[in-house]
């Protein structure tokens, strides 16, 4: 069945690094792909997303790339903020549903 | 702005109790999930619903039950509670509209715990 992996968390690193969380999924045909986000004691909300390959999602200076040859949608920010704390998920559309990462966490130290 | 509110932030339960969550969205959606989110396994999919009185089975529907009565809410069933039900549960709902076919909006959670 479909599913995805992410980078394994914790993440923590300095403010204004280089940020990047590794994305690989598994699917039968061409899923669209998600970036959602989760901030402390908040549901989820959408990131940004690409429905077709060499699509480019981005939102908050945070970007993502379907690549469909190495099947990843790895998540990049050239500088974090302190706000961008959260967990983040990896997310395919499966056969009428959502398809999860599990989850990196990330924070960010001033 | 969607907005979906889930009744419960925190929510105690004993073990063998009945337990209601429930979850209200007011944008009109006519698809709404149910989601268990766990430490190092995201989110696993209880059960969803395309439109009132319809549901369909999730991942991991054992030990749940859900109702769709009216459009806007969707109730989360534990007939049993019991400890390894103890999690985060997230609603989420979804237009069923062509340009944005998958995007979900979700609720703040609520935290269950069964002792």
């Known amino acids: 069945g479909d599913s995805v992996t992410q980078m394994e968390g914790p993440v923590t690193l300095s403010e204004e690094a280089f940020l990047t969380i590794n994305c690989t999924y598994t699917?039968?045909?061409?899923?669209?792909l998600f970036w959602y986000v989760q901030y402390p004691g908040e549901g989820l909300q959408l990131l940004l997303k690409a429905t077709k390959a060499d699509d480019k999602g981005s939102n908050k200076g945070f970007e993502a790339t379907y690549r469909k040859e190495t099947t990843s949608f790895h998540l990049e920010k050239g500088s974090v903020q302190v706000s961008d704390s959260a967990v983040y998920f990896c997310v395919i559309q499966g056969a009428q549903k959502l398809v999860f990462g599990q989850g990196t966490r990330l924070t960010i130290n001033p | 702005d969607v907005k979906v509110t889930q009744s419960s932030r925190y929510l105690v339960k004993r073990t063998g109790e009945k337990v209601f969550l429930e979850c209200v969205q007011d944008?009109?959606?006519?698809?709404m999930f149910w989601y268990r989110q766990d430490p190092g396994l995201g989110l696993r999919l209880i059960y969803f619903s395309y439109d009132v009185k319809m549901k369909e089975k999730g991942d991991i529907p054992e030990g749940y039950s859900v109702s769709r009565e009216k459009k806007e809410r969707f109730s989360l069933i534990l007939e049993s509670a019991s400890t390894n039900q103890t999690s985060m549960y997230l609603c989420?709902?979804?237009?069923?509209?062509?340009?944005?076919?998958?995007?979900?909006?979700f609720g703040p959670g609520t935290r269950l715990t069964v002792t």
């Open positions: 699917a039968t045909g061409y899923p669209s």
């Open positions: 989420a709902s979804r237009l069923r509209d062509f340009l944005n076919p998958y995007e979900q909006y």
């Open positions: 944008m009109d959606h006519e698809n």
